[in-house]
């Protein structure tokens, strides 16, 4: 009897033991899980150009909610945010010391606004991408790109008895929010000309954020040395774009004046406006390019040649084409037989193609598709699409912040794909 009662407690000892043991297991996996996780960030401009330091890096959490921030100084700090589990965006922005005010108590929808209707005298460089934080430490490369347009413009023939020329820019983005989408609110830009040596009269390249609508009325104001001031307005078709050059000439006596040899390096290719302005003028004015001259200059982002312009090198494009398939791996070799010429991107392409279809930029190239043919598939943002990693199939995603990964034998996938044009 007394052995069988020592034997029971024996066992009951272990039960508890165990009991403890596996109590405390789950407890030290729960402490895991939730505790806080280091997202090291790995930060780059689009063109390659130089990142302006500081750095301001922050993690919004999914009620837009600050949840970390960093500033950082220079490139031989190692951005990188402690986060707990949980899905973010996480955001970047360079180039704030020239006109820029960022909101004091940081949110998602919290607005950056300009400190002068003028315009900054910095480009802002804005990246973004949403990551998933889980119970282990990871990392993000993150793509910086102008979140501006850089404006500038020169006036001609302006009469000699003027003492003070405006250009009033309108309707334009008044905010960019923390989270990297523009505001709904609208402003009008008021930039100062000065005459110089020519006669002509000319701003200074300032940065604003792109325009808001489908047109853009642009006045010019001249302030005479009596005091009569007079204003000339005229509406072009179009907008100033982030990540663009936006450069106006215009002429009071009627002579279109083009002033083209703007080009900011590591800028999209300028958007160039000719104009005039004046109670004398009566012929239509011109608003741009016209379709003809378009068509024959490959722009990225733009339709040309049947392929959608993806890069342009001294005389070579390259195109990525306007079909596009759904295949597995061992499909793709079948729709290369069939378009001779054409290629499945390469590793460093699809790279280049998320860098540059990776945000605002999928929304806008899909409208060129539509406008150019209804009938014609968009690029989907959300599927993955294929990639040639020497020899070996990978798939991506058009965004920014996504993996590129293996692909799969057995799956299908989308695919879209590149050539080489050479131009004569």
């Known amino acids: 009897m007394k052995e069988r009662i020592q034997k029971t407690l024996i066992l009951l000892f272990c039960l508890l033991v ?12 729960l402490d895991e899980e939730e505790a806080p996780q280091l997202l090291k960030v790995k930060a780059r401009a689009a063109s390659n150009e130089k990142i302006a330091y500081p750095l301001y890096l922050y993690a919004f959490d999914k009620d837009g909610r600050c949840a970390a921030s960093q500033v950082i100084n220079s490139a031989e700090e190692l951005p990188s945010l402690t986060l707990p589990a949980g899905g973010y965006r996480i955001v970047a922005l360079s180039d704030v010391s020239g006109g820029y005010v960022l909101p004091e108590h940081p949110e998602a929808d919290a607005p950056i606004l300009l400190e002068s209707t003028a315009g900054a005298q910095t480009p802002l460089m804005v990246g973004k991408a949403d990551v998933t934080i889980g119970s282990r430490s990871s990392s993000l490369n993150i793509t910086l790109r102008y979140a501006v347009s850089a404006i500038s413009a020169a006036l001609n023939e302006i009469p000699e008895d003027v003492e003070a020329v405006h250009l009033l820019l309108s309707p334009l ?35 604003a954020f792109p325009g808001s609508g489908q047109e853009t009325l642009f006045s010019v104001q001249l ?16 907008i100033p774009e982030a990540n663009r050059p936006f450069n106006l000439s215009g002429n009071y006596t009627g002579a279109i004046s083009v002033d083209g040899t703007f080009i900011i390096e590591g800028w999209d290719t300028a958007i160039d406006v000719s104009f005039t302005f004046g109670s004398t003028q009566e012929e239509e004015p011109s608003d741009g390019p016209t379709e003809e001259e378009d068509n024959d200059t490959p722009q990225v982002g733009r339709i040309w040649k ?17 079909e596009e398939w759904i295949a597995t791996v061992d499909e793709v070799e079948s729709i290369l037989e069939e378009e001779e010429g054409w290629h499945v991107p390469t590793y460093e392409e699809a790279q280049l193609l998320k860098a540059t279809f990776g945000g605002r930029e999928l929304d806008e190239l899909n409208e060129q598709i539509v406008d150019y043919n209804g009938t014609l598939p968009e690029v989907d943002g959300e599927e993955r699409y294929l990639c040639d990693k ?21 799956r299908s996938y989308y695919v879209r794909l590149l050539k080489n044009y050479i131009l004569n």
Request: some cysteine.
């Open 306 to 322: 049947d392929g959608i312009v993806v890069e342009t090198k001294g005389n070579e494009v390259l195109l990525m084409s306007t």
């Open 390 to 410: 020497g020899g070996v199939y990978y798939s991506f995603i058009f965004a920014d912040g996504t993996t590129i990964s293996k692909a799969g034998s057995k």
């Open 18 to 29: 165990g009991l403890l043991l596996w109590g405390c297991q789950q407890l030290q996996d």
């Open 173 to 207: 983005h008044a905010s960019l929010c923390m989270n990297g989408e523009y505001g709904s609110d609208t402003h009008q830009l008021d930039i100062p000309c000065t005459r110089d040596e020519n006669k002509v009269w000319r701003t200074d390249t300032v940065y």
């Open 223 to 238: 302030t005479r040395k009596d005091g009569n001031r007079q204003t000339y307005a005229y509406t072009y078709r179009g």
